[in-house]
């Protein structure tokens, strides 16, 4: 009787080892798991993140270029129109005055046109330069954004591995007392 019961607490201890080798195996595994969703995560963020950004740059190239386009035509606008009048100025110039006069104010005149296209392309430089700080600046608050968001994912992730590992830890800790009690009873 004493051999049964001997050999009963021997098979009952090597079925215990089995089921802690099988629980060791399936915590192996599910960090394995873990460790590919993380970077499964990680590598899928990065990709919306490069997505977006090219979308962005894209968007903010082709609004800078439609601006300047815009411009370019509003200033060519203005210089035709400016240029039609000047010119319909000089033709009543050469019914009133003399040849020379005409020349002379002629010369003034180009001189004008000249300075103030020196303006406009300076205003238009100093316009590209402010809109490309401000499309950068407002790159700069996107990436923040997305990295804000990152960090707070990486805390959800990490916050429920460590409930996911305390339950187990709390299922394996029953289980060994569940194991504890039925040996003391015995």
């Not at 590598?43 to 977006?52: A, G, R």
């Amino acid at each position: 009787m004493a051999e049964n019961q001997d050999m009963v607490k021997a098979l009952k201890a090597k079925m215990l080892m089995c089921d802690v080798a099988y629980e060791q195996k399936a915590q192996q595994v599910m960090a394995e798991r873990k460790k590919v969703v993380a970077r499964d995560i990680e590598k899928h963020w990065v990709e919306v993140e490069k997505q977006k950004m090219s979308e962005y740059d894209e968007k903010m190239r082709a609004k800078l270029e439609q601006e300047y386009k815009l411009k370019q035509a509003n200033a060519k606008e203005i210089s035709d129109q400016l240029e039609n009048f000047k010119l319909n100025f000089i033709k009543q110039l050469k019914e009133e005055m003399l040849e020379g006069e005409l020349v002379k104010r002629q010369t003034e005149e180009d001189l004008e046109r000249e300075k103030l296209r020196e303006v406009h392309r300076q205003q238009k430089v100093a316009q590209m330069r402010s809109d490309l700080a401000d499309a950068n600046a407002q790159l700069m608050k996107i990436k923040e954004a997305e990295y804000l968001k990152e960090v707070e994912e990486e805390k959800k992730i990490d916050a429920f591995a460590k409930k996911r590992e305390h339950l187990e830890n709390m299922k394996k800790e029953r289980e060994e007392k569940r194991f504890k009690d039925k040996q003391e009873t015995r």
